[in-house]
């Protein structure tokens, strides 16, 4: 899927949010674990109740690495359930030496055809630019993540005055386009993403773990959406977990639903889509 | 293994070397294609191979994940394999938000019982954190990569004069002790090994890629060994792919041999061991 599909996507159903399929054995309502696939069950029916209200699904690959090769085939037949209209995100956070990341990138590209990738930056531009290969391919690279542990390195100031982050986003635009590069940026304070968004106009961002209420997706928006939106928000936990029961994929829809109402005021008040 | 325990299968074997299994079905002999599982047939034959001259093995999951389910079923297979008395290395460069870490670790270090694993710092302490967690298992921290990459973030110098590999050996020695942190130091100038080896001076360092040829393993071992050696070196293709015939055993154990008697040349002179 490429930048004006995406775009095109997100004006048809109204909606920036991407769901994360954090599928967790411990978590999904108990009667699933009945089926032979507990795993693919649970993303099939989250995916069947939450396709009108999402353009994009994140599979966490931890979730299904840890679960050994009978995770990867869960992994697989939810990808090839997600409808093709919908953008997929393989949050795998790779990267290495160039021959290597060839590999994960055939890995996620070609054996598992998702759209798109996360990786970690840390290694430089030749663990990256495999990735970058694929045609109609992403990758979305790490910038500024949400979780404590960003402020351990990310936040460094270089002799050029440049936080860590800063340095990514500039340097690593010399390697893709706004077409085939994405960042996650996961900061919620006001002057901090409009000072990403100046730094990368074009790109989309993958905007981490924001709950629809308590204004910080309405914040994330004024301040991060470009033309095109520019913006794909993750919601993982509070949709798919909505419910730990048999109402969970009514709950899961509900849930999904609340959050594209708002993204459609938003989308409304800010672009007048 | 411990730490005590890895160094005294280094004076052992008179050895530090580590052999990268980067197993490739477009490397491996021909014959073996026939089997039913080529990659693990490989493997077995490699380990049986080169076991009496490496200290430990380190399996490139991007070549496993390459092959989906089944490359995941040949890890597991090999990793089973090893001898007891051999340390492994997941080489995953995984990292992520803590919950999703410690399902990584879950993965290597539960599920395929790995001795250690490689981890990128990009996410900071609460993506490292949940892999120490696992008593008795190793994180081995990406410092300084040896890759044309690693100039891009890893040399950036911050305003307290100290680069980005240098904030990370130190700000990770919080977060773990040696015994259960490693760093991955890709580095072959002699002045900074020396550096790097005074900002950790009791930790072992995993060491990429280094030829048995053309002096670099001698400068390495020289600036960078401590008092228990401190060393894992790393060699890879030159010798799982020493051949790609059907002598590949026996010219990849001689290959191993040579790295061996040169590891115990540079033990005896530097340790006296």
């Excluded at 990867?72 to 209209?85: A, F, G, R, V």
Aim: charged fraction near 25%.
């Amino acid at each position: 899927m490429n930048r004006q599909q995406l775009f095109e996507q997100i004006r048809k159903k109204s909606s920036y949010l991407c769901v994360g399929l954090d599928t967790d054995l411990k978590k999904i309502p108990r009667h699933l674990l009945a089926e032979k696939d507990p795993v693919f069950e649970f993303n099939r029916q989250i995916i069947d109740a939450t396709h009108d209200f999402a353009v994009a699904y994140k599979p966490n690959i931890a979730f299904y690495e840890a679960l050994g090769p009978k995770g990867w085939e869960s992994l697989q037949k939810t990808l090839e359930y997600i409808p093709q209209d919908v953008f997929t995100i393989a949050d795998a956070k790779r990267g290495d030496i160039g021959n290597t990341s060839s590999l994960y990138a055939q890995a996620f590209f070609s054996e598992m055809n998702f759209d798109s990738i996360t990786v970690a930056p840390y290694m430089g531009e030749d663990s990256v630019k495999p990735f970058l290969e694929f045609a109609g391919k992403w990758v979305i690279l790490l910038a500024h993540t949400s979780n404590t542990g960003a402020n351990d390195f990310q936040l460094i100031e270089s002799a050029s005055g440049r936080k860590l982050y800063e340095e990514v986003l500039l340097r690593s635009q010399q390697w893709g386009s706004p077409d085939q590069l994405m960042y996650v940026v996961g900061a919620t304070q006001a002057d901090k993403i409009q000072g990403i968004r100046a730094l990368a106009p074009d790109h989309f961002f993958l905007v981490p773990g924001i709950g629809a209420q308590g204004g910080d997706l309405e914040m994330t928006s004024r301040h991060g959406m470009n033309k095109q939106c520019g913006l794909l928000v993750n919601s993982s936990r509070a949709i798919i977990y909505a419910s730990g029961d048999k109402d969970f994929t009514t709950r899961a829809r509900t849930e999904a639903q609340q959050v594209q109402q708002e993204m459609h005021r938003l989308l409304e008040s800010i672009l007048g889509e």
